[in-house]
């Protein structure tokens, strides 16, 4: 499956999530995701991001390969990745997924006297903000590389593209 479309699987999962194992186990499974895209991107990405690609699927890693987490039903999501479409489109999800998943961790850890709990959500927290670094810098990795390509290329502002200097207000120099 498409990584974009695994994405927004685990993003409708998260908002679902109705309790804290729940939102545990969502948060496992973006990680697990992520280290997915990155050790896809690694093999098969653009050359600009393979490094930090095989950084990202060895973030939150202890050492070894994934071990299955106790509450994740259904399987993992991210063993379904087949493909990565539009790197840059699926980097940003990924992006935006895991800062999701940080907020529902850090909505856990204060509503937990567990010590235990905190302290995973703390790790959890961690390595999702970990994850988002590596994604950003592949996305300026990407964005560096496309500026390389067309130097002088027009570039879209927020209202179109760009041409020239400004006209001053009213026609007045």
């Known amino acids: 499956m498409e990584a974009e479309r695994l994405i927004e699987a ?33 093999r098969c990405g653009p050359a600009d991001v ?37 790197v840059a489109a699926a ?13 529902a961790l850090v909505g856990v850890a204060c509503g937990t006297d ?3 709990l905190y302290w995973q959500c703390i790790e959890a ?8 670094d590596r994604v950003h810098g592949m996305l300026r990795r990407l964005a560096e590389h496309e500026r390389e390509r067309d130097p002088g290329g027009e570039r879209d502002g927020p209202y179109g593209v760009i041409r020239g200097p400004a006209d001053p207000v009213g026609g007045r120099p």
């Open 50 to 86: 393979r490094t930090e690609a095989g950084e990202l699927s060895d973030t939150g890693a202890p050492g070894g390969p994934v071990s299955e987490h106790p509450v994740v039903a259904g399987g993992v999501r991210a063993s379904q990745l087949t493909a990565v479409t539009d």
């Open 10 to 42: 685990g993003r409708r999962a998260l908002a679902d999530s109705a309790d804290v194992p729940a939102v545990m186990a969502e948060a496992w499974q973006a990680q697990v995701l992520a280290r997915a895209v990155g050790g896809h991107l690694a």
């Open 125 to 132: 927290i961690d390595a999702a903000d970990e994850s988002v």
């Open 91 to 103: 980097l940003a999800a990924l992006a935006h997924y895991l800062g999701e998943v940080g907020i």
């Open 114 to 116: 567990e010590e235990g």
